[in-house]
Structures are given as C-alpha cells and as structure tokens.
C-alpha cells in the first residue's frame, strides 16, 4: 500500500517516511529535482522510500505516475505551489481530501480577506481594480486611498515566501509600489488590503470533521518596515491559558468560514489592539523548521497526522495526550549581499554554544541568490532549543550571529545554472511560507 507525496517542503521527509511506515503504508515522492531533498534524503536509510524523478509540473505526467503506483491509498501535496494540483488528482483518482473548491479558495488571498470580512472574522475586505492585472492596477492607487487608507498592503493574491508584498504608508510608496507590481509577472492577481500592525504570529493548527486543534503557536519575527522577509521563529509562545483557548475557537470559526474541515493548516495573523487579524491561511503544515519544531516540542511525530489524512483516517493527534519536549527557535541566514553562494563561515563554533545549535543547509553551493528582501535569499537555517521558546530564541541567535553566509561574483551567463526557471520558482516557493 503507497502513499505519494507530490513534492514536499524542505524538511520533513524523514518524519513522513517513519509516519508511513509505523501505519504499516510505503512513502513514494514525486519529485522534478531530487537534489532538493539532500539533506534530508541522505539522512535515511537506503531505500527507506521511492524516490520517482518527474515533470511535477506536467499534471498529465503525474497522474500517469500515479496511475502506475500500486496500492495508491493517498495523496498527499504539502506546498503552496503543488496544492492545486494536488487537489486535482486527489478528485480525478478519488483520493480522501478536501474539496477542490476549498483549496483553491485559499490560494487566493483576496477571496479568503473577502470571506472572512462577510463573516464578521476580520474589520476590512480585500480591494481590487480591473481584476488586479493590466490598467487596472493604475485604478488600484484611486481605490486604496479611498477605500483602504493608508497604511496598506498591497499583495500577489496566489503570493508565497513574502514575495510581491509591499508596505505603502504615503502616496509615494503608492505610487512606486504600483510601478514595480506593473514589471513583475504575479502568480495571481494585484490586490490592497490594510496593515494590520501588531507581532506576527502563525498558529499551527489540525482540523478533522470540522473540529480544529490548536497544536501551539509560532513567533514571527520579521525584518524592519517596509519589508516583510521573516528571519526568526520560535515554537511553542507562552500564551496564557485565557488566550490560547480565545485564540483556539477564533481559529476554528476562520477555518470553518472558508470551509476548511479537515488536515493541518498554517494560519498567519496579527495581533493587533482590536484582536487577531488573518494575513493569511496556508492549507498545510508549516514551512522551514516549523514541522520538525513541532515534533520536538509536541514530543510526538506530528506527520502521522499528516499520513493519516491523506488516508482518510481521524487523526490520533487530534485527541492525543501531548508529552511535550524543549521549546525552538530558527533563525533564517541570508548573505550580506547578493550572488553565488559559496558556503558559510563559522558553523565550527556552534559545537560549543548553548541550546544544541544545528545548521540546516537549504541552498547549495552554486546557486544564485538574487533576492535579500524575502525569504527566497536565505540560505540554510540555524536552529536551536530551550526551556522555553524565548530562551530558543536567545540561543538560536546567539548562534546565527557566530555564522555568516557567504556569496561571491555571479558566473558568465553560459555557465549559470539555471534557478530562474520553474526549478527555482519551486525551491523559492517552500522557504518558511512553504
């Protein structure tokens, strides 16, 4: 009996393969670029999955790989950039999933901001011109003053990783937000909504029948306006107990608003003076060292859950007795500059510092590092633990700070290798927003 995985965030791997295996199911992965899985696929052992190179682009090549797997009993696709295809197939091959509909309705922003407003889940809807595409993204400037006030944020509808995200806090940030959305090819479509100011938070969250648990929340923290590249996190916040049960059936109510009953979910929000404010609901696991944080400190391998769904099956975790563990911390390394990564300096001193630091390679040497103002610049993860998520923080960058990225002249074009392409638009894509 098989389980499939189309593609697969960076980490995590590892725990789907013992997932799989102690519910007695073979673990096969999709994949365009095997290479991408490195780090986690050297770590198992030989044959522990099938690992079958593909165009996973191509939806007709992938279902006719899975037309060819035997015992298929479930689908699973865990990224922003596969899930619609995932959602296809699960249907086309009568897989246990959602209903298409739902997955595709959060991965347009603007449609979820819209729902959630109608439900009373959030103070403002999303703000589009023409669609969002041609000139009517020169109409958008006219209706974000008028209708969305600034601050406001203006965003890829089908966005990942924080790229085509801009902070516009006066008519010249407008205007030039505007401008540089005209010269770059969206995912989706162009749309404003407001800046909810407040800590950015993700709640990691499992829904069965309806009926969300909230697994703990991870910290946030991000790079100075106007940016919004993420470059720490922590898992479990302390919230106190009042909180975290408000902050539970808040979840709940957002998930059921879009129709999302069943599988982990990944939900971005703000916390502002009004409440909780949605940035955005991710319809999987978190990305980066989020999974692998939450099987620390859960104490459990959350992927069983993850396994279990794609099988149809209720959840363990959603009723199990979590023993816990230490709390995390992560750190993303981004170079000081742009240009062919070359390697890191210092991971020598992380040996004798505190909180078991551990440096989680994401890009290999050779790549091109273009972009610094997202997370598509980072280059591998520090990571950390502690008695508490705050002191995983303070260890996590205690250790970051003793490494340093490095990047070094960009080769002649003929022997670049090719990261632009669709290759490089899905490793960008599962960074820390999948």
Known sequence: MTVVCLEALTFGLGHLVRAADALGERLRLLTRDPAYYAHELERLPAGALDVVTTETFDTERVAGQLD???GLRGLISSTDTWTLVGAELTARFGLPGLEPGVLRLTRDKAAVRDRLHRAG?????????DGGRGHGRAGL??????????????????????QNVWLVRDE?????????????????RLFAEPYFTGPVYSAETLTWAGRTRLLGVSSRQMSPEPHFREEVTAFPVAFGEARRAALEGWLGEVLAAIGYTDRFAHVEFALTTAGPEVVEVNPRIGGALVGEGMCRALGVNVYTAMVE?????????????????PAVAFVLGYPREPGTFTGVEGLDRLADMPGAPAWYPVKRVGDRIEHLGDSRGYAGIVYAEGETA????????????????????????PEDRDVTGPVGAARDSRGPGG
């Open 309 to 325: 769904c794609a099988l149809g099956r209720r959840p363990a975790l959603m009723d199990a007795r979590l023993p816990g563990g």
């Open 141 to 162: 400037g006219a209706l974000v003053l008028k209708e969305v006030g600034l601050p406001a944020v203006l965003k890829d509808t089908a966005g990942t990783g924080s």
């Open 68 to 70: 060819a797997t035997p």
């Open 390 to 413: 705050e002191l995983a923080t303070h260890c996590a960058v205690a250790a970051a700070n003793a490494v340093r990225v490095l990047t070094g002249p960009v080769a002649a074009a």
């Open 172 to 188: 010249r940030e407008l205007e030039h937000a505007l401008e540089e959305a005209a010269a770059r090819r969206l995912t989706g």
């Open 121 to 129: 889940l959030s103070r403002a809807g999303a703000v589009e011109a």
